[in-house]
């Protein structure tokens, strides 16, 4: 997620799996599609079939190898000094897209004169503290030249941003140094240039393991096949993401895109297979520690956001669609406190939890083998045998009090106490473990979303078995239980329980699709949630239309402004929608992808600077004249009515500063706008360098 959302602003696949079939070539890293996603893999073979080039770079030789043009054999771990040859060869004999380059990224953005690369550093990038065994926090050698130094913050890198401008990617002049020709020494495409010219093709042979020419040829294959007339995809799964240097494995796929103009494009892109049906899902309503609702940063104690007014200035963009922020956020508070919330009260921000530490898997994993963790409650996770350490999870099981777990069947999780590889004593151990079977998928309403960002609907074809339960249902009547225990309580720190909107219930008991009434009492209404998720007015609970309906004064509650539009009248769930759109590949009324129904993200680049298609072959997002907006045959990831002539002034703000594209000096169009990482922006929204690239 972070190497992506660096890159384009957004933390997802780029593109969709459907549009694989239109590449010219595929290169695939980090995945065996053929077998772990084989419904998506059709499309790679469709673009075959049209003559596309299949490639797959992988320490395994599987199905996906059998299937492809070229089998690339490297070893375990190398695949960014794989790609690092790629980015090498491609730029050394000019397989970049120049005029792409040149107008949608920051190659020309020059850079602090303070930086320092790794061959300056000992092997080491500018800001590493070695006390601290880091890299500095905000280091101001790392930011554009111009650009002010970062204000101090006590946050700890697993917590909070990396750096100012890459939390707000909202720089205070607005149009940095810039060198139009690319020649600065100081400009990011130089410095790119410099850095990667060590991975020469003997250099990475002797560390993958691949013949030398290996690198070349795949290179070949992927300038080839870019530019105006042609685009390449770049396909990845857990074998990339479960690395230690897995962000910067994708970063290194980012630039490499970026440089062959493949971003925004149909048949480009960077397509990331999720190990898991709704794994995007899980990430933009998260499960994850540091995140609220779509990818709201989680309200931190070291960043001292003890107010809402405090959160909102610290975290506030100025330009881009982050620039709503604000309304987001307090939107999301009005959709979890209802009436509670209110502007005398900072809309129930009190009650949301601050944290304290880096509460990602593993630490918390050694804080239960420590003692610090009382209980645990687990819905389809399996720790003690999925973990990145599995004998650390086991540890920290056997040092809680209880242990709940919802699944289908008994895990390693379930059974640890007393089928332990470890050989630990089952008499030994304290925990007292709850064990509860779960619905599956068709046994329940509810959505996936899938790597694509597409949220497709599934309606419940049968009662599950016996006392087996839908996860919603068991958080719904755990929550209904939990406010009835505490509804007197006059803690501050109940307060949000107790005033937590809780009101999915059904209206009528549901009916099967055979017609006989569903037996399972309790069962929360998904649609509600749903509905919610997508975001209503206060006043009347009409459905908001989409996230750019959203206010900050409490007139509006949405439980996740990405997915606001997926139900914009109370009777139009848009994740159901089946319809076919003949013509059009992208088949925009088949469910509802984030954002705003967008398939392909940045698909602005998809156009030449004057709106028009790089090519009539690679035709997808275009400015229409006569009417004066985008169109195309998708939703355009752009202000629908901005002008590609369009020029941001020096004081533009919000969407306002949302420049078209950066021009040459010579050009009259218009200097491009910031863009923040994961979802922040839309304007110059593909960086090539940033500081994730060193971390």
């Known amino acids: 997620m972070p190497g992506l959302g660096t890159s384009f602003g957004r933390g997802a696949a780029t593109t969709s799996q459907r549009d694989l079939q239109h590449s010219d070539c595929v290169l695939i890293m980090g995945s065996n599609m053929a077998e772990a996603h084989p419904v998506g893999f059709r499309f790679p073979l469709m673009a075959r079939e049209r003559g596309a080039t299949l490639i797959h770079v992988d320490p395994h030789f599987s199905r996906t190898s059998a299937l492809c043009d070229r089998y690339v054999p490297i070893r375990a771990g190398t695949d960014i000094a794989f790609l690092g040859g790629v980015i090498r060869y491609v730029l050394e004999n000019d397989l970049w897209f120049q005029e792409y380059v040149r107008h949608y990224t920051n190659a020309g953005t020059i850079i602090d004169k303070n930086f320092t690369d790794t061959e300056d550093g000992d092997g080491l990038f500018d800001g590493f503290r070695p006390r ?110 479960q690395h230690t240097t897995g962000v910067q494995i994708i970063r290194a796929a980012g630039i490499l895109q970026l440089l062959l103009g493949n971003i925004g494009r149909p048949g480009g892109g960077i397509m990331a297979m999720r190990g898991h049906a709704s794994i995007q899902g899980s990430t933009d309503i998260p499960t994850l520690y540091n995140l609220l609702p779509g990818y709201i940063p989680q309200p931190a104690t070291a960043r001292q956001h003890e107010t809402l007014a405090r959160y909102l200035r610290q975290e506030h963009v100025a330009n881009g669609v982050w620039s709503s922020f604000p309304k987001y956020a307090v939107s999301l508070l009005k959709a979890w406190y209802g009436a509670a919330a209110s502007p005398e009260n900072d809309f129930g921000f009190a009650w949301v939890p601050k944290i304290d530490d880096n509460y990602s898997q593993l630490p918390y994993a050694y804080k239960m083998a420590q003692g610090q963790v009382r209980g645990y409650l687990i819905f389809g996770q399996n720790p003690a045998g999925g973990n990145p350490n599995a004998r650390l999870a086991r540890a920290g099981l056997r040092r809680l009090d209880w242990l709940v777990l919802m699944d289908w069947f008994e895990t390693e999780t379930a059974s640890y106490w007393y089928k332990d590889p470890d050989g630990a004593d089952p008499k030994k151990i ?33 009662d599950p078995p016996g006392d087996a339960r839908s996860d919603a249902w068991f958080v719904y ?168 002539a369009y020029r941001p002034g020096k004081r533009s703000h919000q969407m306002e500063a949302i420049g078209a594209i950066r021009r040459s000096s010579s050009s009259p169009t218009a200097r491009a706008g910031s863009s923040p990482p994961a979802e922040r922006g839309m304007g110059r929204c593909r960086r090539i360098m940033s500081r994730w690239s060193r971390r």
């Open 132 to 241: 601290q065994h880091q890299y500095e926090s905000g280091a101001k050698a790392w930011n554009y030249a111009s650009e002010p130094a970062a204000p101090p913050t006590e946050t700890p890198p697993e917590i909070g941003a990396e750096s100012w401008s890459e939390k707000l990617a909202a720089i205070d002049n607005p149009d940095p140094k810039h060198d139009d020709t690319l020649q600065h020494p100081r400009c990011v495409f130089q410095i790119l240039r410099r850095h990667f010219s060590r991975y020469t093709p003997e250099m990475v042979a002797s560390i993958c393991g691949c013949p030398p020419e290996a690198v070349s040829q795949v290179a070949e294959a992927l300038g080839r096949n870019s530019g105006r007339e042609r685009t390449s995809a770049i396909v990845y799964a857990v074998g990339w993401t």
């Open 430 to 462: 304290p925990t007292e473990i709850f064990f509860i079977p779960a619905a599956m998928a068709a046994e329940n309403d509810g959505s996936f979303t899938n790597t694509s960002r597409l949220v497709q609907w599934h309606d419940k074809a049968a």
């Open 477 to 644: 009547q755990l929550g209904l239980r939990l406010k009835q225990l505490y509804r007197d309580s006059e803690r501050p720190r109940d307060q949000g329980l107790r005033h937590l909107t809780w009101d999915y219930g059904q209206e009528a008991q549901p009916v099967l699709p055979d017609g006989a009434p569903s037996r399972i009492a309790g069962e929360p209404d998904a649609e509600k949630i749903l509905r919610e998720i997508n975001g209503y007015r206060v006043a009347d609970g009409r459905q908001v239309a989409g996230y750019h309906e959203l206010q900050d004064d409490g007139s509006t509650a949405c439980g996740c402004w990405i997915y606001s539009g997926i139900f914009p009248e109370k009777d139009n769930n848009r994740a159901r929608s089946r319809r076919r759109t003949p013509g059009n590949s992208s088949e925009p009324e088949w469910a509802w992808s984030w954002p705003a129904n967008t398939r392909i993200l940045c698909n602005r680049a998809s156009a030449d600077p004057d709106g028009r298609p790089w090519s009539e072959r690679k035709k997808y997002v275009w400015w229409d004249a006569a009417t004066r907006r985008w169109t195309g045959l998708d939703h355009p990831d752009f202000p629908l009515d901005l002008d590609p």
